[in-house]
DNA sequence: CGGGATATTGAGTTAGTTCAACACAGGTGG
DNA sequence: CCACCTGTGTTGAACTAACTCAATATCCCG
């Protein structure tokens, strides 16, 4: 990790998507102001750790990471993916210290905000402080999905919605190439992400790209059968909610 | 569900638990200009269903509820447990539409507010606004946990955390009587939201029984041995975190 | 005194796991 | 440029945790 130059936040490139709110000038200044560095991570750095407590709060601008926990005994659970766009750090900020951890998937570089300003921000900019309840209410639907899948869903079933849903984020964020996305993960993190063995993980995936449903080729993964991979996943497309302007 | 006296906030049975921040006069009588009536629901009520939204938001003055989701075939995950002080429907209020379900498991009496107040109360009441997604974060926190579980926990490792999690926070609200608790869940509660099947969550519950952990009966859930509870849940007592003033 | 919901138990089945061997690619150092 | 090494993916075989089915027991409530 290491700091590199900043860029302004007028210039972010987060700041057309479509999954953000326009943002006023005030605002903009008042984040540009909050923010005190960029920090540029490697693929499978460790931006926070379970049990610590970071004086930070992140923004990401790019890049792919995941948050996981772990048993003593080295079992892992990958809880969600982190996109650009999501907020890191959130829980520390508000209750003191983390009881998940975080690393990266690729290169990543993260807008840092100091965590004590985080009430100036709930104080001045009420609507900045909505919209960090709206992505803490975004993100807790993700990880409901997911415990749904790893509940109740059948391995190809699990196979199919974890691979729908990350492809659908990506696309929303325009990161997608028509049917097909560069991803960073290997089986051994979707296996973590979906509560599976990695054997196994890896034998549902082949059944599935043998029914044509995907393909997998170098990182990257192709929709073959988007219809048929709903209907084996249970996947209802989320709405296209645009972000509330308040 | 019915409507019934209101509870003045001022004598909120809630307002002296340990598990809340002491609330300033001014925000006292906010809360209570908000609160538009209190609601009594049965035992099994639907409180909001997935897909709907509702124009109100609740906080839960007292009972048991819980957070599902289901597929279309049936099968239900249950997502965590609701008790006393928790927030029901930010989501819906936030986002638009709820994704996920809530029933009652006893009678439940809760605060319902205006959710077309809460953009009020965010530019009004910082500090208010701060609870709000103290309560979120927290929620997700509990999800994290149960996602940890799902994932990657064993039946009696599933079963003893889930026991030992809801008898924690029980016991942080009051609700616990020595190493007593009453629980109105069933079993097939418990497999739905340890993704289990009804009759393996019998047997695991049956082994842990005879091994003296704890004791169920008459819906009341006795710990008998905590300490080795907690070594087969693999389970870190949350440190008792107070809840930070701001 | 029923009758429906809940809990218990046994038996047979299966989805998913573990173990182990092998294949393949990319990256490094000699 | 090759030889090796490490991380990743693939496959078969044996095993087991958890599931389903089905029968019975128990509890609670009207």
Redesign the interface.
């Known amino acids: 990790m290491n700091k590199a130059r900043q860029t302004p936040c007028i210039k972010c490139p987060l700041k057309d998507c479509a999954a953000f709110r326009p943002t006023d000038p005030p605002e903009l200044d008042f984040i540009q102001a909050l923010k005190i560095a960029e920090l540029s991570a490697d693929a499978g750095a460790n931006i926070l750790a379970e049990g610590t407590s970071t004086p930070h709060l992140f923004t990401v601008l790019s890049g792919w990471a995941f ?1 996981y ?1 772990m ?3 080295g ?3 990958i ?1 969600d993916f982190v996109l650009p766009g999501d907020l890191i750090g ?2 520390a900020s ?4 983390m ?2 951890s975080i690393e990266t998937l690729s290169e990543m570089v993260l807008c840092v905000f100091p965590r004590e300003r985080l ?1 100036t921000l ?2 001045k900019y ?2 900045l ?2 919209d ?3 992505l ?6 993700s ?6 899948s ?4 059948s391995a190809p079933e699990r196979v199919a919605y974890v691979l729908l849903s990350i492809f659908n984020r990506a696309k929303s964020l325009g990161l997608t190439n028509g049917r097909k996305l560069k991803c960073p993960f290997t089986q051994q993190h979707l296996a973590d992400a ?2 599976m063995s990695l054997v196994h993980t890896n034998k549902t995936l082949n059944s599935l790209v043998r029914q044509r449903l995907f393909r997998w080729k170098n990182g990257e993964v192709e929709i073959l059968d988007e219809e048929r991979m709903a209907e084996v996943a ?1 996947y209802d497309e ?2 296209a ?1 645009p972000r ?1 302007l ?1």
């Open positions: 948050r926990k048993l003593e005994d079992r892992r659970q809880l959130l829980q508000i209750m003191g210290n009881e998940h009430w709930y104080e009420p609507s402080a909505f960090i309840t709206w803490a209410a975004r993100s807790e639907r990880i409901d999905e997911n415990l749904l790893v509940g109740r869903r979906l509560g249970h989320p709405p909610r509330p308040i």
